[in-house]
Nanobody, 120 residues
């Protein structure tokens, strides 16, 4: 079975940086379509970025120029590099991984989420 495991969250001061990882286990397939979401307390979940194996995009205007996405296909891991973090970036961050094939759900597999807190 496929499992998606996240790590890299934590507490950081404004202006600091964190790098989140999202590793897919239990499949030899590369992640076809990866995505990053975040949800702050009392707020709606929002799309942060997408990563489609051969390209990537920052979807959230408020983090453009500060966040970047990358991946390592050998280890089937996606990364979200977050620089110049601000208090409004505080949220639980989730990743989602989708794979080709009818035996995989079209909704993909979700990571467990990781807390990012930006505070002085």
């Amino acid at each position: 079975q496929v499992q998606v495991v996240q790590s890299g969250g934590g507490l950081v001061q404004p202006g600091g940086s964190l790098k989140l990882s999202c590793k897919a286990k239990g499949t030899i397939l590369n992640i076809y379509h990866g995505s990053w979401y975040r949800q702050a307390p009392g707020k709606q979940r929002e799309l942060v970025a997408t990563d489609r194996y051969d390209n990537s995009e920052i979807n959230l205007d408020s983090v453009k120029g500060r966040f970047t996405v990358s991946r390592d296909n050998v280890y089937n891991t996606m990364y979200l590099q977050m620089n110049n973090l601000q208090p409004e970036d505080t949220a639980v961050y989730y990743c989602n991984a989708k794979f080709l094939g009818s035996d995989h759900p079209v909704t993909g597999y979700w990571g467990q989420g990781t807390q990012v807190t930006v505070s002085s």
